[in-house]
């Protein structure tokens, strides 16, 4: 995939059967499917490149919800160049120049503003009556979206149940430390249920993270549309068990949003207390990371990054805190900001989670400190470290929405001349309250 691809799409496989992948696919920013989480299964037969793979749709609320026209609730994905529809124009048909990209692109396609218009023989119809139907199925399938292929699928990684509590895990699923590696230990590793792996947790949870001012946003905007218990109008393309049944319930939403970004934070603590055990233990992991962090202190020192000071968090090799010094003659000039890196125990399978915790005005960082970036090499502490710090000095990044975490900074900072110069005095006065603090 290209580096602009994985923000939006990855693609993951097992080495012992590259030919069956799993895919998941983010949600168009803007469109009714904005940052929502689909996932798909794809097959290659012995007969690729010559023919299509068999692609289904996995995030269907176990086979009861249609998201799409042409992604149904049974997993079938209706595209011209799969073969599962007849294309009209040419070109539109499968060949063997095409590839995986491809398909996930054109998928991702259907995620569209006008998912209505996707069916045949509703397909460029401008009615009155089309319009108001496209915005009663954008209405269930933005609901849907965040309720099925955000919520649910996070609630499912933590086992949390409807009464917010937690279904602890069994005990063999607990962390346990390196030290003592045996072959028992890896013959144990094989005999798991391979139905039970689970490529993107990681990944979800970070843009879940990310995204959870624009999840809240779209709730606080759509809510008072619609009142709680009305049901959802069905299409005239719907039928059988191939429908998007259900009825609106923001409020219920919202709560579980809030219990879920509260487990992802006591995680993130849990993996500190982890980092703390692996150090007493004396594991492998703790003297990787360790090590890691004293190759990033001594490049620091041989000009490295000279804008930010690191420390361990008390010590602890899993836990760093980096002190950043405003960039000069920027916006954030003379500021000091502090950042917590906080590394699971898992590193690189988990990514680092970054939390800004000094008060810092920025588009990539939201409103409790969130940070948005992505690593080029993410095995490689160093690189994280320059890439956060990449993060907080760009200047002129091209529009993407996929990127920006502080919607309301975000307005500012790619609007017109006026809207930049607030955003300008707003960054400025941050780095100004930051040195209150740091005194």
């Known amino acids: ?25 983010l949600g ?3 469109s009714p499917y904005e940052y ?9 037969g012995a007969e690729y490149p010559s023919k299509p793979p068999k692609v289904d749709a996995k995030t269907t609320n176990s086979g009861r919800t249609r998201f799409n026209p042409n992604i149904y609730s049974g997993g079938k994905v209706c595209l011209s160049i799969l073969g599962t529809w007849h294309g009209e124009l040419p070109g539109e048909e499968w060949s063997s120049a095409q590839g995986l990209e491809s398909i996930l692109w054109s998928i991702q396609s259907l995620m569209s503003n006008d998912p209505y218009g996707n069916e045949p023989g509703f397909e460029g119809r401008t009615t009155e009556d089309d319009k108001k139907k496209n915005d009663a199925y954008c209405a269930k399938i933005r609901h849907e979206t965040i309720r099925i292929a955000v919520i649910q699928k996070l609630e499912n990684m933590f086992g949390i149940q409807p009464d917010g509590s937690i279904q602890k895990a069994s005990e063999t699923e607990k962390w346990s430390d390196d030290s003592n590696d045996s072959e028992d230990d890896e013959d144990d590793e094989e005999a798991k249920d391979k139905t039970k792996w689970e490529p993107f947790n990681d990944w979800q949870k970070r843009r879940f993270m990310w995204y959870y001012d624009s999840y809240l946003t779209t709730i ?19 039928g059988g068990s191939n429908t998007m049944d259900g009825s609106f319930q923001y409020a219920q939403l919202g709560k579980r949003l809030i219990r879920l970004k509260e487990v992802i934070n006591e995680e993130t603590e849990q993996w500190a207390e982890d980092g703390l055990l692996a150090k007493q233990r004396d594991s492998s992991k703790a003297y990787a990371m360790q090590s890691q962090f004293n190759v990033v202190k001594h490049n620091q020192k041989n000009g490295g990054i000279l804008n930010i000071d690191l420390e361990l968090d008390d010590g602890n090799p899993f836990v760093w805190i980096m002190t950043y010094f405003g960039k000069p003659e920027s916006n954030l000039d003379g500021g000091v900001f502090k950042i917590k890196i906080s590394t699971s125990v898992k590193f690189p399978e988990e990514q680092p989670r970054v939390k800004v915790l000094t008060k810092m005005y920025h588009h990539r960082v939201s409103k409790d400190g969130i940070l948005c970036y992505t690593a080029n090499k993410p095995e490689e ?31 500012l900072f790619f609007g017109d001349a006026n809207d930049k110069k607030k955003y300008n005095r707003q960054q400025r006065r941050s780095a100004q309250d930051s040195l209150e603090l740091a005194d």
């Open 220 to 238: 606080e905007a759509h809510a008072p549309k619609h009142k709680e218990g009305d049901k959802f109008e069905i299409m005239p393309f719907e």
């Open 381 to 411: 502490m160093k690189n994280h470290i320059q890439t956060i710090v990449s993060a907080v000095e760009e200047e002129s990044p091209p529009y993407d929405p996929r990127t920006i975490v502080n919607p309301d900074a975000a307005k």
């Open 28 to 30: 168009t920013p803007g």
């Open 1 to 25: 995939m290209t580096a602009n691809a994985l923000l939006a799409i990855i693609v993951a496989c097992q080495d012992e059967d590259i030919r069956n992948l799993k895919s998941l696919i």
């Open 36 to 44: 929502g989480f689909f996932e798909f299964s794809v097959k290659f």
